[in-house]
């Protein structure tokens, strides 16, 4: 059982920085995506960012992409997602994810998730 665990959330005024951690542990295999999806009240969850298995091809969602870097340590099982440049409508709960697909419309889900971490952006 894959287990996920998010760290580095928080409140940081528009422009700052935040760096997001999850830690893996129980997986079996390393050769699977991971990478983080965000959700604000009312809404669905939508992909923020997503890390390939070999740790150098990654993918951003459009509202994030020159802003948010998402990068891996196979050493340590941990991805963590650097987010400069913030805005209020970044303010969401981030949750860690692993074993990522796409779906036949195109739209990226997840098989284990975190427990979710809290980013506010402040005006």
């Known amino acids: 059982q894959v287990q996920l665990v998010e760290s580095g959330g928080g409140l940081v005024q528009a422009g700052g920085s935040l760096r997001l951690s999850c830690a893996a542990s129980?997986?079996?295999?390393?050769?699977?995506?991971m990478g983080w999806f965000r959700q604000t009240p009312g809404k669905e969850r939508e992909f923020v960012a997503g890390?390939?298995?070999?740790?150098?091809?990654?993918e951003y969602a459009n509202s994030v992409k020159g802003r948010f870097t998402i990068s891996k340590d196979h050493a340590k099982n941990t991805v963590y997602l650097q987010m400069d440049s913030l805005k209020p409508e970044d303010t969401a709960v981030y949750y860690c994810?692993?074993?990522?697909?796409?779906?036949?419309?195109?739209?990226?889900?997840?098989?284990?998730w975190g427990q979710g971490t809290q980013v506010t952006v402040s005006t």
């Open positions: 129980g997986r079996t295999a390393s050769f699977y995506t």
């Open positions: 994810a692993d074993h990522l697909v796409i779906n036949v419309d195109g739209r990226w889900a997840a098989e284990y």
């Open positions: 890390v390939h298995y070999d740790g150098k091809n990654t």
